[in-house]
């Protein structure tokens, strides 16, 4: 079944996290045709993990990026065959189940890949001119020449080349002479001269042809070491037959170059297009999975995406213009990319991703389990901070109400101190996770600037640690290239924040909120990001100009 992915965005918090696992879960339920998974683009922070943990589920899983993979073209069913068996296997396979590429597996163990080219290779080396020495293994006379043994010993694989013994005896004798000291395959009818001598010299193997169903050779073979096999065929059918008797290990390439499943598409097709071979294995890890064909990579396939609590690419996966948007849930400002088909877009400016993925409950009349409506309760909590943000709105608090009810939570305020609680003492924490753990970058009129957020429970502390919190800063926008980089630090309960920020000099000042001190500012009555602190960075970068 095809799989969609559901993302939030980068440095994912609560609602993003939240709104993918509660909207994957509806999906799923109203669309059965695909299979919807939730993944998360970055670290969990600390108050999400918590939230999960506490509610026993296993957060959405990590994905680097979107781009096509090799594991998304791999060809896993296929028919294979073992070193040891007979040429006559490959090529039966080939013309019977146009197989283009056959693994040779001994085992689990990948042994070498098999293609049109090796056995062509084959029949170039054995026509190269020199008199061919084949490498043979006894068991496979009774696979591929009708027949039977009638004498086997040790049946191990050993050279020789091939012979008949249509000729006279002196002639026979002189011209394994001029051979000697080595020994042939003797493809040979009942001419008991011809015989005697093979076994007296010990020949690796005797294939005796022309005899009746029941005769016999009338010769003592005890001190005979060979293997000898009675071929039901005549002796040119035979040696064609002995010569596609040969085991596979010789002919298989046993070291191509090899790719895995999570190799990205573009560079494993330009290995197997670069290389000489049809076919390269594939291995997740050190398990062989299968193998990708020229075939595999006529149409790079896109990935199916579904974008929550975010809309822009640059706040979205790697790689999602290589993939395939189909729908939108958000409640920030529409600055998506156009699409080449008409796809289903929810934009609603409400304080929380997860009351629109509540409203899609609502549209599709799909009962919300009292996890689920934990979930949401989470998000939403967490994005409105306790309906404190003035991004709250009225279809919050309806949602809210509902999903305590549902979820049996007496109090949204005990849920909502609970949840963030959680989160980190600037004064504990490393300042890197907490600058970077929900940082977001914007850029107006050319001036890229990055603000990160956190909540406490108390601002009292935030002198204690300022000096390493700006000296973080400026590593941060080093990192993101950025010419501003700034931390909201807002205080839930008494619903005021701190600005840290790196020197700004063209504008920093021009900020409306009182300067405390040296890169310190004091934003009274100010909780959100998007709807308070933004606004007042654009609008100081406007009048810059
Ligand atoms: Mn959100």
């Keep these: 079944m095809q799989e969609v992915y559901i993302t939030g965005h980068r440095n994912p918090d609560l609602d993003a996290v939240s709104s993918a696992w509660c909207y994957a879960r509806l ?5 059965p045709d695909f299979s919807y998974i939730p993944i998360r683009i970055g670290h969990l922070n600390e108050t999400t993990r918590n939230q999960f943990q506490k509610i026993g589920v296993e957060p959405p899983q990590f994905v680097r990026d979107v781009r096509a993979k090799v594991g998304d073209v791999v060809t896993t069913e296929y028919i294979s065959l073992h070193p040891e068996d007979p040429i006559y296997s490959l090529v039966t396979l080939m013309s019977r189940k146009h197989a283009s590429v056959v693994p040779l597996m001994d085992g689990n163990r990948f042994a070498g890949l098999l293609s049109l080219d090796e056995i062509t290779a084959f ?8 008199r061919p020495r084949y490498r043979f293994y006894p068991h496979n006379f009774s696979k591929v020449i009708r027949g039977e043994f009638i004498k086997k010993n040790d049946m191990k694989s050993f050279e ?14 002189n011209r394994l002479q001029s051979l000697m000291p080595e020994l042939p395959v003797l493809v040979v009818g009942k001419r008991k001269h011809h015989l005697q001598y093979a076994i007296d010299n010990q020949f690796p193997a005797i294939i005796l042809t022309g005899l009746a169903p029941d005769d016999s050779i009338d010769i003592n073979l005890d001190s005979f070491k060979g293997v000898i096999y009675k071929s039901n065929e005549d002796t040119a059918e035979t040696i064609r037959l002995l010569r596609m008797s040969l085991p596979l290990r010789r002919l298989a390439i046993t070291q191509p170059p090899q790719v895995s499943v999570d190799d990205l598409f573009d560079d494993a097709k330009r290995l197997l297009m670069e290389s000489q071979y049809r076919g390269l294995p ?8 299968g193998f990708v064909t020229r075939r595999c990579f006529l149409e790079r396939p896109k990935r199916k995406m579904i974008l929550v609590d975010h809309n822009e690419l640059n706040q979205s996966v790697e790689g999602l213009e290589e993939a395939e948007i189909i729908e939108i849930l958000d409640h920030h400002r529409l600055d998506a990319e156009k699409t080449q088909h008409p796809i289903f877009i929810v934009s609603e400016p409400v304080g929380s991703t997860c009351t629109i993925i509540y409203h899609q ?3 599709w009349g799909v009962e919300i389990d009292p996890l689920t409506a934990r979930m949401l309760l989470a998000g939403i909590v967490s994005d409105t901070v306790m309906l404190k943000s003035p991004t709250t709105t009225k279809q919050d608090m309806v949602a809210v109400d509902v999903l305590c009810e549902i979820a049996s ?16 003492l600037l004064h504990k924490a490393n300042p890197k996770h907490v600058i970077e753990g ?9 001036i890229r600037f990055g603000i990160g957020q956190v909540e406490v429970t108390t601002l009292e502390k935030v002198d204690e640690v300022k000096e390493e919190y700006l000296k973080q800063l400026k590593t941060t926008k080093r990192k993101y290239d ?3 980089a700034m931390l909201l630090v807002t205080d839930v309960m008494k619903e005021d924040s701190i600005l840290l920020t790196t020197p700004y000099p063209k504008r920093e000042k021009a900020l409306i909120y009182p300067l405390e001190s040296d890169g310190k500012y004091i934003l009274k009555g100010v909780l959100s990001r998007k709807k308070q602190l933004l606004p007042e960075i654009i609008s100081v970068l406007k009048d810059g100009l």
């Design 438 to 446: 929900d940082f977001k970058t914007y850029v107006e009129n050319s």
């Design 361 to 363: 409950y609502l549209r």
């Design 160 to 173: 020789a080349y091939i012979m008949t013994g249509a000729m006279e005896f002196d002639i026979y004798c």
């Design 409 to 424: 939570i007496p109090s949204v305020l005990e849920f909502g101190e609970e949840l963030f609680s959680a989160a980190s």
């Design 123 to 130: 029949f170039l080396r054995e026509n190269a001119g020199e």
């Design 482 to 484: 950025l010419d501003w």
């Design 27 to 31: 999906k799923n339920i109203v669309d």
């Design 282 to 289: 594939v291995f997740d890890g050190d398990t062989f999975v």
